[in-house]
């Protein structure tokens, strides 16, 4: 049977925020494992949805051999620092060398990287990877739906294969398929690919696959043993020309390529117009949802704060709504605020603490929420998901507590390491039941939906203060940050 290296490096870079993102970053636990190396890349991996998962489950069902490099995620933030990417990228070289004899290597990658030096960082890994084991050894990838996918990652890959949800529920799937092209491009040679990009961009809360226009772009794509279309919609906050979705085909000739590329291409720009880019501003999504009276809780979403897009997950808008506004009977996640979890932890359950929550991130109209609040619960912050998207897997929070403004009746989650919040067990983890509140916040964009929306009486996407802008036409020419 083939042997295969296998390595995942994976950021979604949001050109708008001043974190930079270190090797330390690459190194933590948060949403996703801390790097992993040799075995464990397979062993703390199995059974989660993530595509290197998936693949090492179809490689180890098919017989082939495995050779584990290294896996690593950041939660997504500023560009990746050139140290941080020279000595993954190097560790992912040396490991591909150390493995002498492959037939194979498989990559797990976002696709929306960008370093210090270079806005196509996975281009700039194949460019390495290539350089140094040539062009014939065959090379198969797996990119987020989010992927800004240069002409040189298509170039210098093999074969590449897409998420095709959001909520992402088919990270696993999708590095399951990349192991079966994969196996295609060992057994039957490369396929012939084909090409191209759109001319607009379309903010990530409008490409919901459970909504269309996005549901139909995806369960249309031509997908046999011998051909295959790929979509991915982008990520608008990396600052690269290449932010704009992407249709690539593969197929045994080039004809069929760019066939099929053609139709897909012919889709996505009809349905350019019918993407539901609808915000609403923080006070008018507060009095919808007081005055609804449907069973369950309305959902407010505060996309523009999402740190799994780059935000800080730490602006105030819609928290001084709520307050302005008498709503009671509120659940908020997640908070980051390692300063004010560490002193509820000083304070203990029950304590009052006075201090300042979020609102430290230089994001413009954004400031620190001050007041009295409530200790009402703490934790370490291993929590376990329990939804369909990230279940098997833990969350990383840090010391984490529940705060609670005094005399509003809103209970805030607030954490010591960023993590987007997407699962019930974010709430439940602290005894707190979602589906019981009357108004539910989440600090997320699209990826809550798989595990909030059977509990919500309705979803309410809202524009406050972030580092994430999705109201982006017109975009504003200076940015959410205010000091740069
Ligand atoms: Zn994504």
């Not at 659940?331 to 201090?355: N, S, Y």
Request: aromatic letters at 6%.
């Amino acid at each position: 049977m083939p042997r295969i290296a296998i390595a995942g490096f994976q950021h979604e870079t949001n050109s708008l925020s001043p974190v930079m993102t270190d090797l330390a970053a690459f190194e933590m636990a948060d949403s996703w494992p801390g790097l992993l190396t040799g075995e464990d890349v397979i062993t703390q991996t199995r059974g989660m949805n993530l595509p290197i998962a998936g693949f090492a489950e179809a490689a180890r069902a098919a017989g082939a051999d495995l050779i584990p490099i290294l896996w690593c995620a950041a939660e997504p933030a500023g560009h990746v620092s050139d140290t941080a990417f020279d000595e993954i990228a190097g560790r992912i070289v040396a490991g591909v060398h150390a493995a002498g004899d492959i037939d194979m290597l498989y990559l797990d990658l976002h696709g929306a990287m960008i370093t210090q030096s270079d806005a196509d960082g996975e281009g700039a890994l194949l460019v390495r990877l290539r350089a140094e084991f040539g062009s014939k050894l065959p090379i198969g990838v797996s990119l987020d739906l989010h992927a800004n996918v240069s002409a040189r990652m298509v170039d210098l890959a093999d074969t590449i294969c897409i998420f095709r949800t959001y909520p992402h529920l088919d990270m696993a799937e999708t590095g399951a398929r990349a192991f079966a092209r994969l196996m295609a491009c060992f057994r039957s040679g490369r396929p012939q690919k084909a090409f191209r990009k759109a001319d607009f961009i379309v903010p990530l809360h409008a490409q919901h696959t459970g909504a269309e226009p996005a549901r139909s772009l995806y369960a249309r794509l031509y997908d046999d043993a011998a051909a295959h279309v790929e979509l991915a919609l982008g990520f608008s906050a990396g600052d690269t020309p290449d932010r704009v979705p992407s249709v690539l085909a593969y197929a045994q000739t080039q004809g069929q390529a760019d066939a099929l590329v053609e139709t897909t291409f012919a889709a996505l720009n009809e349905a350019r117009g019918f993407f539901d880019t609808t915000l609403l501003d923080a006070g008018e999504a507060v009095r919808a949802a007081m005055a609804h009276s449907g069973r369950g809780p309305v959902v407010l979403v505060d996309v523009q704060d999402n740190p799994g897009a780059g935000a800080s997950s730490d602006t105030t808008g819609l928290l001084r709504a709520l307050v302005a506004a008498g709503a009671g009977d509120v659940l908020m996640g997640l908070f980051h605020d390692p300063t004010l979890a560490a002193r509820a932890h000083e304070a203990g359950t029950g304590a009052e603490i006075e201090g300042a929550l979020g609102g430290r991130s230089g994001v413009r109209g954004d400031s620190p929420f001050a007041g009295n609040f409530h200790v009402e619960a703490l934790s370490h912050g291993q929590c376990r998901y329990t939804g369909e998207m990230y279940g098997g897997g833990t969350a990383t929070l840090g010391p984490s507590a529940v705060l609670s403004p005094i005399g509003t009746g809103i209970r805030i989650v607030v954490t010591s390491i960023r993590n987007q919040c997407l699962d019930l067990g974010h709430f439940a983890h602290f005894g707190l039941d979602p589906a019981a509140a009357r108004i539910v916040c989440v600090k997320s964009t699209a990826h809550f939906r798989a595990a909030f929306e059977p509990i919500a009486a309705t979803v309410i996407p809202v524009a406050s203060p972030g580092l994430f802008p999705c109201r982006i036409s017109p975009l504003d020419p200076a940015g959410p940050l205010a000091s740069v």
